[in-house]
């Protein structure tokens, strides 16, 4: 034993049974094999054999990444193991024999199982007892194994290629297992926090979405002498006060961007964008203005009826004659670009126009009465290339029996909206002509349209007990977007972004578009306009000669 330990042995091979025998020059990791020819694994430092966990006498080979066994079982050899005596081979000073019988350099084959040497007994056939070869090693008191190490060595690759169970979870020792748990569990852990974080700020941010407001503060932003007949509108984010003496535009803040002096005396307007258009009606003079100032003036041969200006600065006015009704395009400066003349008797009486965005088209709705019924009129006409082959530019027109359609308005080049008593029209233009797409109908009593840049709200009063008024909101495709009920008797009201605006004298009340309400109370003035901005914190009220900027909480 004590020789056995200079070659590098472990102490504990001497707790192995007799079979056990150690080779270490074909297994540098300490391997063991039984007479099953199983392969097990064991500390690396030391090869020890585990009783408990080695059912059938085997031995776990850390290099061994599955288990394989042999179907056949040398328990023969097995029983006729340790009987032979301990040969020396004498010369070169190391032992031949150890208890084993190996023979030195002998033709045998392999004694593993699945290539075993014929013979009647393991000593015909050079063989131990114990019917297990292992190398030999010079002054380890072994014998050199009967046959060549690099048949060993190529059986013993093919037993680990042979396929057979895998390493798995029942292979892991209890720590690898007790550490695969805690990683699992904190995945788990992880995972759900994030989950829960996520939840937890989408609930958030729904419930800072949906919050409402008390109550509001007014924050004065102007002060301007107060005038009779004044009225406002929303131009580019500030405000245009206008009336009989001239028009101001004023910008959130207060500054003053522009004053323009005029004399009228029942001044009517268009608003397009960033353009707008005060006329006299009955008058003959058309101011044009942005926000940067007064673009130009128009000066017509006949009365003003009405106006209908686009963004890029063009105006169509209506002029009625005794009996033709007269509709020319100018630019903003007053140069005519085109003209059209339509008989009241044949059209009827034009009651609205819109002019498109890019300025090129011109819608007008007209109302023709007889003896039996009410028809309308929806016409279209193309200023550029696609009017150019009609001498009076007209390219599509609509007849509507029992119905009038007093407003239309351009969303965009190639969409305009008509309202009637009895439907929400979309004409989308295609490339040749402006065709009618989408008719919503209704039968309730229309009581009003209000509309912002890209959304039409009809309001109809309720028919059911919640509330008295219902204000349906459509986009520019025609799809409802949500319906806003109400019962406050309102002076006016405003869609801008997603919101509407609602209000009286005193009071004032402000929904999204799907009917939440968001605030519903006082503002402690008289308001007599209302100008919202794109976002809650930017609304102005106009009370008297005052302009106050209304902050909620």
């Known amino acids: 034993m004590e020789e056995n330990k200079k070659q590098g042995f472990s102490s504990h091979t001497e707790d192995l049974p007799e079979e056990m025998l150690f080779s270490e020059d074909y297994d540098e990791d300490n391997v063991l094999y039984d007479t099953n020819a199983r392969i097990y694994e064991t500390d690396e430092s030391d090869a020890v054999y585990d009783e408990e ?32 005596a301990i040969e020396d081979s004498g010369d070169d000073g190391t032992d031949s024999t150890m208890g084993s019988g190996f023979q030195a350099d002998g033709p045998q084959e392999s004694s593993l199982p699945g290539n075993r040497p014929q013979g009647n007994s393991p000593r015909e056939n050079g063989l131990p007892a114990n019917g297990l070869q292992t190398d030999g090693f010079p002054g380890n008191g072994f014998q050199e194994n009967s046959f060549q190490g690099k048949e060993l060595e190529n059986t013993l690759e093919e037993v680990r290629k042979k396929p057979g169970k895998k390493r798995g979870a029942a292979a892991l020792t209890p720590y690898e297992e007790k550490l695969r748990r805690h990683k699992r569990r904190r995945y788990i852990r992880t995972v759900t926090f994030v989950l829960l974080l996520i939840a937890v700020l989408m609930s958030g941010v729904i419930l800072w979405m949906r919050r409402g407001y008390r109550h509001a503060d007014l924050e004065p932003v102007i ?71 007064l673009m130009g003036t128009i000066h017509t041969m006949l009365p003003i009826h009405s106006i209908a200006a686009s963004e890029n600065g063009e105006v169509a006015v209506i002029m009625n004659d005794s009996k033709v009704t007269w509709v020319r395009l100018y630019t903003a400066r007053g140069k005519e670009i085109a003209y059209i003349v339509r008989s009241m008797e044949e059209n009827g009486y034009p009651i609205a126009a819109a002019v498109s965005p890019d300025g090129k088209t011109l819608c007008l709705s007209s109302v023709q009465m007889s003896n039996t019924a009410v028809k309308s009129n929806v016409s279209f006409y193309d200023f550029g ?92 495709r025609g799809k409802k977007l949500g319906t806003v009920k109400f019962t406050m008797q309102f002076t006016d009201i405003a869609i801008a972004g997603d919101k509407v605006y609602i209000y009286d004298e005193k009071n004032c009340q402000i929904f999204t578009i799907d009917g939440r309400c968001l605030f519903n109370g006082e503002l402690g003035k008289s308001i007599r306009a209302m100008i919202p901005g794109p976002e809650l914190s930017d609304i102005l009220v106009v009370s008297g000669g005052e302009i106050d900027s209304v902050h909620l909480h």
């Open 385 to 476: 290339k696609n009017g150019s082959g009609s001498g009076d530019h007209l390219v599509d027109f609509s007849d509507f029996i029992d119905e009038v359609v007093p407003e239309i308005r351009y969303i965009d080049n190639s969409t305009c909206v008509g309202v009637s008593d009895k439907r929400l029209i979309y004409f989308i233009n295609s490339p040749f002509r402006p065709s009618s797409s989408t008719n919503i109908m209704f039968s309730e009593n229309l009581q009003g349209v209000f509309c912002s840049e890209s959304l039409i709200g009809l309001l109809f009063v309720n028919t059911k007990e919640d509330s008295e008024y219902r204000l349906a909101v459509y986009n520019k």
């Open 223 to 293: 002060t301007l002498s107060a005038e009779d007949g004044t009225a406002y509108e929303s131009l580019g984010g500030n405000i245009i006060r206008y009336g009989s003496e001239g028009a101001k535009c004023i910008d959130r803040r207060g500054n003053i961007l522009w004053d323009v002096s005029y004399e009228m005396q029942q001044p009517v307007t268009s608003v397009s964008g960033n353009v707008i258009a005060i006329a006299n009606r009955s008058g003959y003079y058309v101011y044009v203005m942005n926000t940067q100032g």
């Open 53 to 84: 966990n080695a059912e059938d006498d085997i031995l776990y080979d850390a290099d061994a990444r599955y288990y394989e066994e042999f179907e056949e079982n040398d328990e023969e050899n097995g029983e006729e193991g340790g009987e032979e």
